[in-house]
């Protein structure tokens, strides 16, 4: 999966009321809780809004009361970090917002590339809950069902945990690359490229299975290589070692610039033994989609074409959703502003194609570099 670490609360960060804000040195709306500081334990809720405009208003009112919400299931362990973002895909904005579609708001794009598959599922709101205790987590995902009721129905409902010092399920540690501080507000807070949304992210999620039984049964060596880091010390190796097919180094993305453009990623396990269903929730924030778009095309397509990620012969995505952050005043004031037509969003890729997602147009964002 596109690879997170924890990460502590960075100079310039503030926690309040279940968010947290970072002084970007700038005017832009407070953002989400979006660069928290990753936790134990967290809650991914992607529901489906039910026809009529009831439905829409009994969500625009919950999300109008949801830092209340949080700050009172919250204010049961102050030192517990609980937050929740908020976001909508593309098929709801209209619906719920009544204003124009955010620049690179569009339906999750679906690739195939022989036995691979990146699936498109439904899914209109992502609530993304985390906390250090899954209780704190449990009981307002509870909370936030209860306002929500027959308005919506639950597609998606993950249960993640910290796994001992920071590994997913297959035994290596779940990526060491996120930014911190100002830099991680840059990688992942739009500014002046779409100003009528600054202080809003982009969020793409999905769910991976592992066949573990398969990837145990690969040599230690082998499993490194796939990686791209040492299993046991979490050490990245050496370029004169690291296949091309590694999956850290088709998760480097670069601008016009040659300098990597970062994301902000939250993956936690999750895992069934009874079943034996075992996974990865692959949760990536940034300032623009077409970045974690493009380290897609290289792990399911390959770069160039062909050199795959090879994680991918031993993990299946069963979702994917791709939702725009809303800043916290117009997440609270949803519906507020009157409808204008919405912008013509991109046209889905050419399945199986690589093409070009304008990754390099980064370059020119404000703050970057």
């Known amino acids: 999966m596109p690879e997170a670490k924890t990460r502590v609360r960075a100079a310039g960060e503030t926690v309040e009321d279940g968010r947290v804000t970072t002084d970007t040195g700038g005017g832009a709306p407070e953002p989400q809780a979006v660069i928290a500081p990753l936790t134990g334990a967290a809650i991914f809720l992607v529901v489906v809004l039910a026809p009529g405009e009831d439905s829409a208003a009994t969500v625009r009112a919950l999300c109008a009361d949801l830092a209340g919400l949080v700050r009172a299931v919250g204010f049961r362990d102050l030192d517990g970090h609980l937050t929740c973002v908020t976001g909508f895909g593309a098929a709801v904005w209209d619906r719920i917002a009544g204003t124009d579609q955010p620049a690179g708001l569009h339906p999750f794009r679906e690739i195939k590339a022989g036995s691979?598959?990146?699936v498109a599922t439904a899914g209109d709101v992502l609530f993304h809950i985390r906390a250090v205790r899954m209780d704190l987590c449990?009981?307002?995902?509870?909370?936030?069902?209860?306002?929500?009721?027959?308005?919506?129905t639950?597609?998606?409902?993950v249960h993640g945990f910290r796994y001992f010092d920071d590994r997913d399920l297959i035994g290596f540690v779940d990526g060491t690359e996120n930014p911190t501080g100002a830099a991680a507000a840059r990688a992942t807070l739009i500014g002046d490229e779409d100003p009528a949304f600054a202080g809003g992210s982009y969020v793409i999620v999905q769910q991976y299975l592992h066949d573990v039984a398969g990837w145990n049964a690969q040599p230690v060596e082998e499993q490194e290589k796939i990686i791209g880091r040492t299993k046991l010390s979490d050490i990245e190796l050496s370029d004169d070692v690291k296949p091309s097919y590694a999956h850290n180094a088709?998760?480097?993305?670069?601008?016009?610039?040659?300098?990597?453009?970062?994301?902000?990623?939250?993956?936690?396990?999750?895992?069934?033994?009874?079943?034996?269903?075992?996974?990865?929730?692959?949760?990536?924030?940034?300032?623009?989609?077409?970045?974690?778009?493009?380290?897609?095309?290289?792990?399911?397509?390959?770069?160039?074409?062909?050199?795959?990620?090879?994680?991918?012969?031993?993990?299946?995505?069963?979702?994917?959703?791709?939702?725009?952050?809303?800043?916290?005043?117009?997440?609270?004031?949803l519906g507020g502003a009157p409808a204008t037509p919405a912008r013509e969003t991109t046209a889905p890729a050419r399945e199986g194609s690589p093409g070009s997602l304008n990754v390099g147009s980064l370059k020119g964002a404000p703050g970057d570099g």
């Open 138 to 152: 449990f009981e307002l995902a509870s909370q936030i069902m209860t306002r929500l009721g027959r308005a919506v």
């Open 116 to 118: 691979r598959h990146a």
């Open 154 to 157: 639950v597609v998606s409902e």
């Open 250 to 333: 088709l998760n480097v993305i670069t601008g016009d610039d040659s300098e990597e453009i970062k994301i902000l990623r939250d993956n936690m396990p999750f895992g069934s033994v009874g079943d034996g269903c075992y996974g990865t929730y692959f949760i990536g924030y940034a300032r623009s989609p077409a970045t974690i778009e493009q380290m897609l095309t290289n792990m399911f397509v390959g770069s160039p074409e062909g050199n795959y990620d090879r994680l991918l012969d031993f993990s299946t995505a069963v979702t994917g959703n791709l939702f725009f952050v809303p800043a916290v005043p117009l997440l609270e004031n």
